[in-house]
């Protein structure tokens, strides 16, 4: 069975962009539209890999990274955002928290989204020769 | 003998950033026989240099010289994996002007 995907961005234009992206590389993709329909897919599933979106209306990213870590502290989840002071000032909370998160700089290209997606969940033979991390 | 300038870019100082230093160091200190000077970039902390340099994602693993090579290294448990890039970005460098 393929690897799953999970993205959690309430921007449709971003999750349609993942989805497009990685819809030929074998992996499963599925998305949620808000903080809560995020949490609830990963009540019920257990996903390889998670974006997710740190801006979001009702609950945004930290308080949806705090939510999964109470179930799931294994999966990689990558939140999505500016490289910005503004932005970065709110994971300060998480990581006082000691949640386990990774940051994915947005705007991302369809490439680097298949190129980095690949290398967290190990395909490496097919990205090693990217180097644009 | 060759001296690695490299930067770590992690997101910040949970322990799981604490864990990757700590192997990156021990990795370091055999691979690179102790030639090794490692900078540890916090994104959280430190935005515009990652923006500066170009960094999309964290943990990353910049080898700023001999040859400048960006790894990602969110799974150290494939060790292999990243002792592999790290000694292939070495060799190529040996081919090109050694």
């Given at each position: 069975?393929?690897k799953?995907?999970?993205?959690?961005?309430?921007?449709e234009?971003?999750?349609?962009?993942?989805?497009?992206?990685?819809?030929?590389t074998?992996?499963?993709?599925?998305?949620a539209?808000?903080g809560?329909?995020?949490?609830?897919?990963?009540?019920?599933?257990?996903?390889?890999l998670?974006?997710?979106?740190?801006k979001?209306p009702?609950?945004?990213?930290?308080?949806t990274?705090?939510?999964?870590?109470?179930?799931?502290?294994?999966?990689?989840?990558?939140?999505f955002?500016?490289?910005?002071?503004?932005?970065?000032e709110e994971?300060?909370?998480?990581?006082?928290?000691?949640?386990?998160?990774?940051?994915?700089?947005?705007?991302v290209?369809?490439?680097?989204i298949?190129?980095?997606?690949?290398?967290?969940?190990g395909?490496?033979?097919?990205?090693?020769e990217?180097?644009?991390? | 003998?060759?001296?690695?300038?490299?930067?770590l870019?992690?997101?910040?100082?949970t322990?799981?950033?604490?864990?990757?230093?700590?192997?990156?160091?021990?990795f370091?200190?055999?691979?690179a026989?102790?030639?090794?000077?490692?900078?540890?970039?916090?994104?959280?902390?430190n935005?515009?240099l990652?923006?500066?340099d170009?960094?999309?994602?964290?943990?990353?693993l910049?080898?700023?010289?001999?040859?400048?090579?960006?790894?990602?290294?969110?799974?150290?448990?494939?060790?292999?994996?990243?002792l592999?890039?790290f000694?292939q970005?070495a060799?190529?460098?040996?081919?090109?002007?050694?």
């Amino acid at each position: 069975m393929g690897k799953s995907i999970l993205v959690i961005d309430d921007e449709e234009a971003v999750r349609r962009s993942f989805a497009l992206s990685l819809k030929d590389t074998g992996y499963t993709i599925d998305t949620a539209a808000s903080g809560e329909a995020g949490i609830k897919k990963v009540s019920s599933f257990e996903y390889d890999l998670i974006f997710l979106d740190l801006k979001m209306p009702g609950i945004n990213g930290v308080e949806t990274l705090r939510q999964i870590r109470k179930t799931n502290k294994k999966v990689p989840i990558y939140i999505f955002t500016a490289f910005q002071q503004e932005f970065l000032e709110e994971l300060k909370i998480a990581q006082e928290e000691m949640l386990s998160f990774e940051i994915l700089k947005k705007p991302v290209g369809a490439e680097q989204i298949v190129m980095l997606t690949k290398l967290i969940l190990g395909q490496f033979e097919e990205a090693k020769e990217a180097s644009h991390v | 003998m060759t001296t690695y300038e490299l930067k770590l870019y992690v997101a910040g100082r949970t322990p799981k950033s604490v864990g990757i230093v700590e192997d990156i160091i021990r990795f370091l200190e055999v691979a690179a026989d102790g030639n090794y000077d490692l900078k540890v970039v916090d994104v959280t902390e430190n935005p515009q240099l990652a923006e500066k340099d170009g960094i999309l994602a964290t943990p990353v693993l910049e080898k700023v010289s001999p040859e400048s090579a960006k790894i990602i290294v969110s799974d150290l448990s494939d060790r292999e994996r990243f002792l592999s890039t790290f000694r292939q970005k070495a060799q190529q460098k040996e081919d090109n002007y050694g």
